[in-house]
């Protein structure tokens, strides 16, 4: 079944202009969306008594779809969680805050390390529930389909990539950072937390 583009859950962000957010939505986003629904298609004809007989590791046309989709699925995925915890009040609150307050000491230093993992990576800072360790952890990528680790449940997701912020920060990746906490939906982001938790 075909993804269908999730609608933004906000109206307006303080700091990131409804243009930026725009783009980053209708264009960026609903294009990767578009990218999947293509890449699947093409997936079902193979896996439905298509041709995989040069199917190799070195270039084939089965390889570069499976690279493809999870460039593409992961695209699709991390720009939702992206969006799904903007448009709050940016004030912590909840179970969510309690457990990373025990977990790094106080909500400061976990605030300041989310932070500086948004300045260090190129792509996306990732704080998940991993499955396997039981715990809250912060992991970034370079890429959609590059840092991830299965078995972990993404909760907040920031999407540091220039498209995100440039428009409106240009080079102050910085200031973007500072102003993405302000409209965090706490609410939303302790309603996945419990959510992975299950």
Known sequence: MPTTPRPLPFSNLQGLSDKTV??????????????KNEISE????LSHGGD???????????????DGETFAVNGVYLHEWYFDVLGGDGKPSGQLVDDLTTAYGSLENFLAYFSACGMAARG??????????????VYTGDAHNQGGVWG????????????AY?????????????DWWKNINWEKANELYQSTKK
Request: charged residues 20%; glycine residues 4%.
């Open 52 to 66: 995989v007989s040069s199917a190799n590791q070195s270039y084939s046309e089965l390889r570069g779809l499976k």
């Open 124 to 137: 996306w800072v990732v704080l998940c529930f991993d499955t396997h360790d039981h715990a809250l952890r």
């Open 166 to 178: 440039f428009i409106d920060y240009g080079a102050d990746r910085k200031a973007y950072i500072a």
């Open 22 to 35: 725009s783009i980053h939505h209708d264009k960026l986003y609903v294009g990767y969306v578009n990218k």
């Open 152 to 163: 972990c449940l993404p909760i907040l997701v920031l999407d540091v990539y220039e498209h």
């Open 42 to 45: 093409k997936l079902t004809a």
